[in-house]
């Protein structure tokens, strides 16, 4: 899959090329900048119409005791590491999506990576949940070499349309049933949980085909 470099991935490379813009300057900012608002036009759908915002639930509960062919979405960083937060729990209860998420960060560049999303089939052979593991790479690096929080934000919508892509794509041949996430990026990644809503919340569906609600799970 990540052979084959998707739009996203070449308007990165693209944009790693370029003299910094406004928006890159804004993303060397640090956390203090968070405090401004951030929040640029709605994402647009590729028709650029009217089409339908992605609707973000709330739910307290556990994320993991989600219905068979339920998808679980996680912020990942592109070094292949499921190390610590909510991650250590998805390497310790899906060991097998744990090696194809590490080798498919082998394969590209965190540059090619960010942004985008790598949607997992459920793989696991002893008595498996039959998850789907939805990775987004919303920062190239974890621990202090993370990306700064603007820059986690900034990589989130696309790499949420990226996933929610790939799950209409699954959907032509397999049973898809809900779509949870934790409150992606609010941990180690330091980005406040209502700036990552406030930005998934301006995703527009592209096509009937995608997803149109995501539940976010907490445990509070
Ligand atoms: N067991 C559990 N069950 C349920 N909810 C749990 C939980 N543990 C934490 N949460 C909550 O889940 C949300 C996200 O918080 P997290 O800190 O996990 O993730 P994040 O998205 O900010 O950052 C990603 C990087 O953290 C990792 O660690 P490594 O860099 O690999 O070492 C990755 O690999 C990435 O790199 C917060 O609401 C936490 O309260």
Known sequence: MASKRTALQLENEVDSGQPPTKSTKLVENDTASLNRDTR???DQGSDGGESQLLQIEEQVGDIFDAPENSVLIH???CEGSWGAGIAAAFRKQYPKAFQKYKAHCKESSATQLRGTAYLIE???ENDPPKH????????????????KPNAILERTAPAMRDLLRQIADVKGDRDVAEIRTCQINSGLFKVPWDKTKTALEEIRLESKGWPSTVIVYSRD
């Open 75 to 77: 912020a990942c960083n």
């Open 122 to 124: 459920p793989c696991e």
């Open 132 to 147: 789907f593991i939805g990775c987004l790479f919303t920062s190239g690096g974890r621990g202090k070499t993370k990306d």
């Open 40 to 42: 640029t036009q709605p």
